[in-house]
């Protein structure tokens, strides 16, 4: 991994996110606001925006693939993958690849949870991987992904994701990888 950097995208970009974003109070629980994705990703202008800023600093063939982590992200990661003419790789959760898998578990705030690649026909040795999803917290998810994609041989080029939540300490678990964050919540 290379240096912390993080990418502001245009004031542009993060406007269109936050005009179309909906936000739900108390929601899972009470106290926590939940940022909806979903209108802005309907949105043709907010989509193409969104997807314009996750690729910042990426062009066609400086990485080999773009992995969207499971489930959202392989929206998002489709339409890079495709603006960049490069493979996708679906980061998947825990049981939906038949074996052989690689696979990576970390813990989250109410258990643990394991991220799998297939460990057959797919080699990553020395491959750069651009690694997207839809938010970032605490980072957990995130940093597995980062670890199964570098056990793998894959060299992570950067993580773009739409949405940071500030203040969980996603950020500075993810310290040394070029990071873009198109809004913060």
Do not use: N, W
Not at 21 to 39: I, K, N
Not at 93 to 120: F, I, M, N, Q, W
Not at 129 to 143: N, R, Y
């Amino acid at each position: 991994m290379t240096d912390s950097s993080v990418t502001h995208v245009s004031p542009t970009i993060s406007s269109a996110v936050e005009r179309l974003m909906r936000r739900v109070e108390d929601f899972p629980s009470a106290g926590v606001q939940f940022c909806d994705l979903t209108p802005v990703l309907a949105d043709p202008d907010g989509f193409d925006a969104v997807v314009r800023g996750l690729i910042a600093g990426h062009e066609i063939g400086t990485v080999d693939y773009v992995a969207g982590l499971d489930a959202r992200g392989f929206l998002l990661a489709g339409a890079v993958a495709v603006r960049l003419h490069t493979g996708i790789l679906a980061v998947r959760k825990a049981g939906k690849l038949p074996p052989p898998v690689h696979s990576r578990s970390y813990e989250l705030e109410y258990g643990a949870a394991t991220l799998e690649l297939p460990a057959d026909g797919l080699d990553l040795r020395g491959k750069r991987v651009l690694v997207v999803d839809d938010v970032l917290a605490t980072g957990g998810t995130l940093t597995a992904a980062v670890g199964l994609l570098e056990d793998c041989g894959a060299v992570v080029a950067g993580l773009s994701v739409v949405l940071e939540i500030p203040g969980l300490g996603g950020r500075d678990r993810l310290a040394g990888t070029p990071l873009t964050c198109l809004t913060v919540a």
